[in-house]
């Protein structure tokens, strides 16, 4: 029975390694002299053109798990296209259910790798950051048979 709990440990912690290396495709920046992190990625990883899709940005105060909800009117949101200069502002929105997490939709139309500038309040703090974005893929590699 001891080595049947050992095992489960084991793969407990196997699948909480797996969970985490799914956020890494999340970018982070610390703002307000380190007191908040502002962490974004997309909704739906990995990333493909012509699908619905849509930003995931987390904000919350360094060293703690719990996100800030209530921001949503403070913040500000640009895509920037791999060509580095076409970009489009889009209106935030809390993601429901998950209070502290804030979205936009989109449906990304060329493959590369897209940054997001996310800039506003947070309480006190003003901020504006500009982070790279997870690679986009076309979507037809997905396709079988090819066509």
Known sequence: MKHFF????????????????????????????????????????PIFTGERNGLD????????????????????AELIAPDGETRKAFSIRPQYPHPGRYTFDVVLTEPGRYQVRVWGQIHDVNFDVTLP???????????????
Do not use: K, W
Request: avoid cysteine; proline fraction near 3%; glycine fraction near 10%.
């Open 57 to 76: 940005l987390i904000i919350r105060p360094a060293g703690e798990r719990e996100a800030i909800a209530g921001l949503e009117d403070g913040l500000n």
């Open 133 to 147: 974005l997870d690679e986009v893929r076309l979507i037809s590699t997905l396709r079988f048979p090819s066509d």
């Open 6 to 45: 050992q095992g489960a440990r084991i793969i407990a912690a196997m699948l909480l390694g797996a969970s985490a290396s799914a956020a890494l495709a999340h970018e982070v920046e610390e703002v307000g002299d380190g007191r908040y992190l502002v962490i974004v990625g997309f909704v739906n990883e």
